[in-house]
C-alpha cells in the first residue's frame, strides 16, 4: 500500500574551499512515500538545502560538487536524466516552494503572467484556460482578490500573499511532491500558522506528499508523518513524528526537542550547549560527541553505525 515516491541513496554533496573540501551532505539516504509529510529538520548549516537543491539538480556546479549517490523518482534516476526530461519534472511533478519568494518570482513580471508560464511550459492548453487555472488557484490558496493580486507585481504584495502566490505556483501543476524549503521563516508568527495550516490543507486535499525543511522542529510536528533529524550533513535519527516526540533516541534530537517553546511548561528553553563544528574541522568519531552530555570514548573514536531501534525508528548513535 504503501508507494516510495522519491528514494534518495547515499547522498554526498561537497563543496571545494581553499583549504579542503566540506561535505556539506553526507551519506543522506531517505524515502518519501506518496501522499506522506516527510520532515527534514537540524540546525542552519546543517546541509537541508543543498539536499533538497540537488534532488533536481539545482545547485550551481561549480561550486558544488555531486560526489555520489541516486535520486530515484517513479522509477527514473533524476541525476542521469538528460537535462530536457528534468526540466519536464520540475515544476510539474515536484512543485518548489522556497523561503523567500522575492528571489523565486521575477521582480519585473507579474504574478499572474509568472503562474500562467508554468502551466504554459507543462500543458497545451488555450490561454483562457490557463488563465481560469491560475485565478482558481490563487483563490484556492487563501487570495481573497486573485484578479488584483494575478495582476500585481511581486513587491507589491505583502509577504505572506507572495508567499501564497509562491504556493499557487508550486502547485498550479499538481505536482505529486512538493519540496517546501523553509516556507515561513520569513513570515511573522501568525501569517507563518496560516501558510502552515494552508500546506497541510492542501497536502491532505490534494493527497500529495511534501518535503518540509525546516529548522523549527516545532512546525515538522504540527505537519509532517516522519521526519529526518540531520547534523552536521547526516541524518542522525528517523522516525514518526509521533515515535520521535515519544521517544527522542539521539542527544541531539533531545536537544531540539527541549528547546521547542510549549505553553504548558513554566521552565526556561534548554539551548543545545556549544557550538558546531564546521564542515573542515569535523572530529574523528561521533559528530555531535563534542557537544553531548552522554559522549564515551567510542563516541569521540568512531562515527556510530545507523540502527534500527524499533520499526521505522532509526538513530545513528553508539548509546542503542
Ligand atoms: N554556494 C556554496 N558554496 C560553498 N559552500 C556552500 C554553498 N552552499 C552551501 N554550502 C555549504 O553547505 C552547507 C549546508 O548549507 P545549507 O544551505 O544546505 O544549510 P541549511 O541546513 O539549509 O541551513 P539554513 O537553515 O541556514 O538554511 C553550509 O554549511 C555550507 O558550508
Ligand atoms: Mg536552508
Known amino acids: ?31 518519501i512515500l506518496a501522499g506522506e509529510a516527510f520532515g527534514l529538520v537540524g540546525e542552519s548549516g546543517c546541509g537541508k538545502s543543498v539536499t533538497a537543491l540537488s534532488l533536481l539538480k539545482l545547485l550551481p556546479s561549480p561550486p558544488a560538487i555531486l560526489a555520489g549517490g541516486e535520486v530515484i523518482w517513479e522509477e527514473r534516476n533524476l541525476w542521469q536524466l538528460p537535462h530536457e526530461e528534468l526540466i519536464k519534472i520540475r515544476g510539474k511533478e515536484i512543485g518548489l516552494i522556497f523561503q523567500e519568494p522575492m528571489t523565486s518570482f521575477n521582480p519585473v513580471h507579474k504574478i499572474g503572467r509568472q503562474i500562467c508560464e508554468v502551466l504554459e511550459m507543462h500543458t497545451s492548453w488555450p490561454p483562457q484556460e490557463i488563465r481560469r487555472r491560475a485565478l482558481e488557484m490563487l483563490h484556492r490558496v487563501g487570495i481573497h482578490d486573485p484578479q488584483r493580486c494575478f495582476n500585481a507585481y511581486p ?13 499557487a505556483m508550486a502547485l498550479i501543476c499538481r505536482p505529486q511532491l512538493v519540496v517546501a524549503d523553509e516556507p515561513t521563516t520569513a513570515l511573522d508568527v501568525t501569517i ?46 528517523l522516525a514518526k513524528v509521533r515515535d520521535l516526540l515519544v521517544n527522542p533516541l539521539h542527544p541531539y534530537t533531545q536537544g531540539l526537542l527541549s528547546s521547542i517553546p510549549r505553553l504548558d511548561r513554566e521552565e526556561a528553553l534548554q539551548a543545545i550547549p ?30 556510530p553505525l545507523t540502527r534500527e531501534v524499533s520499526p521505522g525508528h532509526t538513530v545513528a548513535c553508539w548509546l542503542y
Open 192 to 237: 507563518q500558522a496560516q501558510i502552515l495550516d494552508l500546506l497541510k490543507e492542501l497536502q491532505q486535499a490534494e493527497g500529495m506528499s511534501i518535503l518540509l525543511i525546516t529548522h523549527n522542529l516545532g512546525i515538522i510536528t504540527e505537519i509532517a508523518h516522519r521526519v529526518a533529524v540531520m547534523y552536521l550533513g547526516k541524518i542522525v535519527e
Open 155 to 167: 513587491h507589491e504584495l505583502s509577504g505572506g500573499m507572495r508567499q501564497r502566490a509562491m504556493i
Open 274 to 303: 556549544g557550538m558546531a563544528p564546521d564542515f573542515l574541522h569535523l572530529p574523528a568519531g561521533c559528530y555531535f560527541a563534542p557537544r553531548c552530555s552522554r559522549a564515551t570514548e567510542r563516541c569521540h573514536q568512531e562515527y
Open 1 to 31: 500500500m504503501e508507494r516510495t515516491l522519491l528514494e534518495v541513496r547515499d547522498l554526498e554533496i561537497h563543496f571545494k574551499a581553499e583549504n579542503g573540501v566540506s561535505k556539506a551532505v553526507d551519506g543522506v539516504s531517505l524515502q
